[in-house]
């Protein structure tokens, strides 16, 4: 058996294993189970694909998305392994060629769609051949709660039942607990290792503002100043809204491309092929764009309206900088789209308790975007991955918006929830502050409790924001099982013991925003660099003789190593970070002319 760090050195040419990799490879290569929770872009892939190459058979990967399947397996064959898929877009013949190479042992990863999975002649061959591993990608689809819940996806437990001694590993960018523990109930995955990894994606920007005035020029503006010819996604909340902004984005001169699904599967297809195979396609898109969506090179994420969730936020956002280049994640929220997602909830068929937990998302993702604090730490501090530092690379770090002292409030706040008993919600606990006098606050007796009618100062809006604040920093925790209650957490201790202040941002914001964050997105650290280009081009040449989208031939931060450290030769080519053995052979001699060809020109001065 290989050892796995010479198969990621040898075969994907990475010099080291990002954190946590390393451990769930040998624990799968050993036969053990395991649920892997990774941001997006954190390197899921690797995860499986090193125990399938160093176990004995083929490794078989359960892929909710067609497309999903089409760019991994092309992907890995530029790396030399061979990797097939099976689903309906095959043709029988075709079909028929890729089980027989599985029978035969020609492969070291399958891709199969889990309806495929799950027929009698498949799970037959499988009894044949004695797979490698089981890898479950996307395993959130099996949670109902989930919004991509694949019905085909609850079956897979019966790959335990059949084949207890192959080792499976489940693998979701989705962090929440309750999740967690449904993935590992419903794939009977009890006895699996967990491997939860820090959430954070530091190369991520986070830009959050309120629109005022025209939002669409600002983000035209964004795209001009700091991403002329980048690929990014921009998402809307409407199909009509992707119509309308995909086409005064192409009136302006950029290439965009509309995507929801009101757009028939051939023209989505289509649209989404342009956006892997180009360079510098803006895809503007309802949230119906982006799962299994591997493109490494995003440079930014634009939201036009609000989420509905912290959950797809972040989930949306963490498609930009897969590579691990700068990228950002941009936003312009109106309160009309507070009230409009607010009807969507009321007005689904969603039960009662279902419908709660979905408003207070909503409130979750708000206090977020009013946050004057540190964005990242609120955002890894939801998914429970608590920060001491504020990370330096997101609006509110870099220029500190406009704030009031709203600590006095904040500690009523803390106060009042503390004198009811912390169980009620922020509208009974507003009740209170503000001394409301009806039937409900006698019988909680909360007519007698020490805060009751202390809170008049402020309108019912700003205590709003108070508590949604409290609940975004972490002060205050919502019940979200129960009925949104809420209780103390240890943060509030300082705060209430008139240890630490408490700031709000001021309502008007400002309507000039200093610029922010200025600083050159080393994205484009290379753009303009006369090798850098030279290199693009080349890489291009070598796409489109396959087929296949740029960035599988080499990623950007290939191009612009080779750009900064020129390398002569090919050994010295092959100890670039992403350049493995196939590429080497295959792409190093046509890079090499391209770097010699600009070495030997004479030396520019200045
Ligand atoms: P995920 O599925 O978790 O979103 P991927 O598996 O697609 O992430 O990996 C994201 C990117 O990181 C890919 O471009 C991959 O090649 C790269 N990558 C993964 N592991 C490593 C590593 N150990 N060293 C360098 N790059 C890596
Ligand atoms: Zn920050």
């Excluded at 009894?127 to 395993?139: K, M, N, T």
């Excluded at 500190?400 to 509208?427: I, K, N, Y």
Aim: hydrophobic fraction near 45%; proline fraction near 5%; charge should be positive.
């Amino acid at each position: 058996m290989q050892n796995p760090a010479a198969l990621l050195r040898t075969v994907f040419g990475y010099d080291s294993f990002r954190p946590h990799q390393e451990d769930i490879v040998r624990h799968v290569i050993a036969g053990g189970d395991a649920l892997v929770i990774m941001p997006t872009g954190g390197g899921k892939s690797i995860c499986y694909q090193i125990p399938a190459l160093a176990r004995d058979g083929t490794g078989i990967v359960v892929s909710p998305l067609i497309a999903l399947m089409h760019d991994q397996v092309s992907a890995l064959r530029q790396f030399g392994v061979r990797a097939a898929y099976l689903n309906s877009s095959l043709s029988l013949d075709a079909a028929r060629h890729v089980e027989a190479d599985l029978l035969a042992g020609r492969l070291d990863l399958l891709y199969v769609a889990p309806e495929r999975l799950l027929t009698a002649r498949f799970l037959d061959h499988l009894a044949r051949v004695r797979p490698a591993l089981f890898a479950i990608d996307e395993a959130h689809c099996v949670s109902q709660w989930g919004h991509d819940f694949r019905p085909e996806y609850v079956q897979l437990s019966i790959l335990h039942e059949r084949f207890p001694e192959v080792p499976r590993i489940a693998l979701t960018a989705t962090a929440d607990a309750p999740t967690r523990a449904e993935i590992a109930q419903r794939l009977a995955l009890q006895r699996a290792r967990h491997f939860v990894t820090g959430f954070d994606r530091p190369n991520i920007r986070y830009h959050v503002r309120v629109a005022e005035g025209n939002a669409r020029e600002q983000m035209l503006r964004f795209i001009g100043e700091r991403h002329a010819g980048a690929s990014g996604i921009v998402y809307c909340l409407s199909r009509r809204k992707v119509e309308e902004v995909a086409a005064w984005l192409v009136s302006k001169g950029l290439t965009a491309l509309p995507y929801h699904a009101g757009l028939d599967a051939a023209t989505r297809r289509a649209h989404q092929r342009r956006f892997l195979d180009e360079e510098g396609v803006i895809m503007v898109a309802t949230i119906a764009f982006g799962m299994g969506i591997d493109k490494p090179d995003v440079r930014f994420v634009a939201h036009l309206s609000l989420p509905k969730s912290l959950e797809a936020y972040y989930q949306e956002t963490g498609r930009a900088g897969r590579d691990g280049l700068p990228a950002e994640a941009w936003m312009r929220y109106s309160l009309a789209d507070v009230i409009l997602l607010r009807q969507f909830m009321d007005a689904s068929d969603a039960n009662e308790a279902r419908k709660r937990v979905e408003r207070h998302k909503l409130d979750a993702m708000l206090g977020y975007c009013e946050l004057t604090t540190c964005r990242r730490q609120a955002l890894l501090g939801y998914f429970g991955d608590a920060r001491a530092e504020p990370c330096g690379n997101c609006d509110n770090c870099l220029t500190p918006p406009e704030v009031w002292d709203a600590t006095e409030p904040a500690r009523m706040a803390l106060s009042c929830v503390h004198r009811t008993g912390q169980r009620f919600g922020v509208s009974d606990l507003i009740d209170v502050l503000l001394g409301k006098d009806d039937e409900r606050m006698r019988r909680f007796g909360h007519d007698r409790v020490s805060t009751y009618g202390i809170g008049r100062a402020l309108h019912e809006r700003e205590w709003r924001a108070v508590f949604r604040q409290l609940v975004a920093r972490g002060h205050l925790h919502v019940d979200h099982e129960g009925h949104g209650g809420l209780s103390l957490t240890a943060a509030a201790r300082p705060l209430l013991r008139g240890e630490e202040t408490f700031t709000l941002a001021r309502q008007h914001s400002p309507a000039k925003l200093p610029k922010a964050g200025r600083a050159r997105a080393p994205a484009d650290m290379a753009h303009g660099d006369a090798l850098f280009e030279a290199l693009r081009a080349k890489r291009l040449e070598l796409a489109r003789a396959q087929a296949v989208p740029p960035y599988m031939v080499f990623h950007d931060s290939v191009l612009a190593a080779m750009a900064a450290l020129r390398p002569q030769s090919l050994e010295e080519l092959g100890g670039i970070s992403g350049v493995g053995a196939r590429k080497l052979e295959n792409y190093g001699e046509a890079f090499l002319v391209v770097i010699r060809a600009h070495t030997a020109a004479p030396v520019r001065t200045g």
